[in-house]
T-cell receptor, first 109, second 115 residues
Framework: KNEVEQSPQNLTAQEGEFITINCSYS?????LHWLQQHPGGGIVSLFM???GKKKHGRLIATINIQEKHSSLHITASHPRDSAVYIC???????????FGKGTHLIIQP | DAGVIQSPRHEVTEMGQEVTLRCKPI?????LFWYRQTMMRGLELLIY????????DSGMPEDRFSAKMPNASFSTLKIQPSEPRDSAVYFC?????????????FGPGTRLLVL
């Protein structure tokens, strides 16, 4: 079973700062997901990665398959980015999704 | 599209009662997932279906839990009998093409409290 570790667990930053959230996993995967959960509880899928880098607006996700590591970056952070960010991995096939514990991000104005 | 629809949004029940959670996936999606989220354990995959067939139910905690997908537009998760430790938020998600490794769209969740 894959072990998924996220860091930091909690992060408080000022508006405008560059944010990095890290995710590492123990076993090779077929894909990695970054999810966002807002205080109201809804979950939104931000990215699904199997290699390289993806960018969507101010969000950038990277993955290094050899090092079993992924990062989620937020540029020019804004209070509306405050949420829990969750990393999840899958080996594909009959394997299920395994989740990290999440990173609780607060962006202060 | 209305997105993934779950009902009820909130459920309060007493220990021993049967609970049925419902999910309508996004039209055209062929994979459906049931997750549970608790403070202690975070998000966990319970079961997922591909083309209405259960593929992996190893996350189902015990025999009190059962899930069905009778057609492409409807799934249920049933707990019988319910216990206080089943209190959690239950999410349903769906995706298109392939059981895993595709972007998943989550429903709003059902918040279950078992007294």
């Amino acid at each position: 079973k894959n072990e998924v570790e996220q860091s930091p667990q909690n992060l408080t930053a000022q508006e405008g700062e560059f944010i990095t959230i890290n995710c590492s996993y123990s076993v090779g995967i077929s894909a990695l997901h970054w999810l966002q959960q807002h205080p109201g509880g809804g979950i939104v899928s931000l990215f699904m990665l199997s290699s390289g880098k993806k960018k969507h607006g101010r969000l950038i996700a990277t993955i290094n398959i050899q090092e079993k590591h992924s990062s989620l970056h937020i540029t020019a952070s804004h209070p509306r980015d405050s949420a829990v960010y969750i990393c999840a991995v899958t080996g594909g096939g009959a394997d299920g999704l395994t989740f990290g514990k999440g990173t609780h991000l607060i962006i202060q104005p | 599209d209305a997105g993934v629809i779950q009902s009820p949004r909130h459920e309060v029940t007493e220990m021993g009662q049967e609970v049925t959670l419902r999910c309508k996936p996004i039209s055209g999606h062929n994979s459906l997932f049931w997750y549970r989220q608790t403070m202690m354990r975070g998000l966990e995959l319970l079961i997922y279906f591909n083309n209405n067939v259960p593929i992996d139910d190893s996350g189902m905690p015990e025999d009190r839990f059962s899930a069905k997908m009778p057609n492409a537009s409807f799934s249920t998760l049933k707990i019988q009998p319910s216990e206080p430790r089943d209190s959690a938020v239950y999410f349903c998600a769906s995706s298109f093409t392939g059981p895993l490794g595709e972007t998943q769209y989550f429903g709003p969740g059902t918040r279950l409290l078992v007294l």
